[in-house]
């Protein structure tokens, strides 16, 4: 389903049923960007079974709802404070770039990894687990859940691309305060 049919389905479901989510997806453009996260793929994601869940599959993506909610956040494996707001300052200051492509942008948060102690590959991690204290895909998971607070989303190279450097430092900010 293309993200103009699930926007139209979504919000037309919501103003009958869900007047709050009718009015987060108001603003059509942005909800398209977000509904368009992984839809033009091959294996398009598939992580809306029906309208009612449409509300709690996105709220994330808006600040309002983001802010609105005192976490928990489930870091995983990366449990150290320090080491967490070390992860995020860095990935601002010295690696984000929006401009970067998919892969440039994968690429540098394995040099994050290394630069902080893990493994740049989940393989190199298994090979010698005694040598890193964790690996890159715990290093985005912290990146993820400091985004979205969660530790499943889609892809999230999309949806940094969608939230852009300003919210993306608010919500790093927020989750450091937090710590």
């Not at 926007?7 to 942005?30: T, V």
């Not at 033009?40 to 909610?69: C, H, L």
């Not at 956040?73 to 070390?86: G, L, R």
């Given at each position: 389903?293309?993200?103009?049919?699930?926007?139209?389905e979504?919000?037309?479901?919501?103003?009958?049923?869900?007047?709050?989510?009718?009015?987060?997806?108001?603003?059509?453009?942005?909800?398209?960007?977000?509904?368009?996260?992984?839809?033009?793929n091959?294996?398009?994601?598939?992580?809306?079974?029906?309208?009612?869940e449409?509300k709690?599959?996105?709220?994330?993506?808006?600040?309002?709802?983001?802010?609105?909610?005192?976490?928990?956040?489930p870091?995983?494996?990366?449990?150290?404070?320090?080491?967490?707001k070390?992860?995020?300052?860095?990935?601002?200051?010295?690696?984000?770039?929006?401009?970067?492509?998919?892969?440039?942008?994968?690429?540098?948060?394995?040099?994050?990894?290394?630069?902080?102690?893990?493994?740049?590959?989940?393989?190199?991690?298994?090979?010698?687990?005694?040598?890193?204290?964790?690996?890159?895909?715990?290093?985005?998971?912290?990146?993820?859940?400091?985004?979205?607070?969660?530790?499943?989303?889609?892809?999230?190279?999309?949806?940094?691309?969608?939230?852009?450097?300003?919210?993306?430092?608010?919500?790093?900010?927020?989750t450091?305060?937090?710590?």
């Amino acid at each position: 389903m293309t993200a103009e049919k699930v926007y139209e389905e979504a919000f037309s479901w919501a103003q009958k049923h869900d007047k709050e989510l009718a009015e987060m997806l108001k603003d059509k453009a942005y909800a398209l960007k977000i509904f368009g996260i992984e839809r033009g793929n091959k294996k398009p994601r598939k992580d809306i079974a029906k309208w009612s869940e449409v509300k709690e599959q996105i709220s994330y993506m808006y600040d309002e709802k983001f802010y609105d909610t005192l976490r928990e956040y489930p870091f995983q494996v990366i449990q150290d404070k320090e080491d967490i707001k070390e992860i995020l300052t860095l990935y601002l200051e010295k690696y984000y770039n929006e401009k970067d492509d998919k892969q440039t942008w994968f690429d540098k948060i394995k040099q994050l990894a290394g630069e902080m102690g893990y493994a740049k590959e989940v393989k190199e991690f298994k090979a010698n687990p005694g040598k890193y204290k964790a690996h890159v895909g715990d290093v985005s998971t912290v990146l993820r859940v400091a985004l979205t607070g969660r530790t499943n989303t889609p892809d999230m190279y999309e949806i940094m691309q969608i939230l852009g450097k300003d919210r993306m430092t608010k919500r790093f900010e927020k989750t450091k305060q937090q710590l």
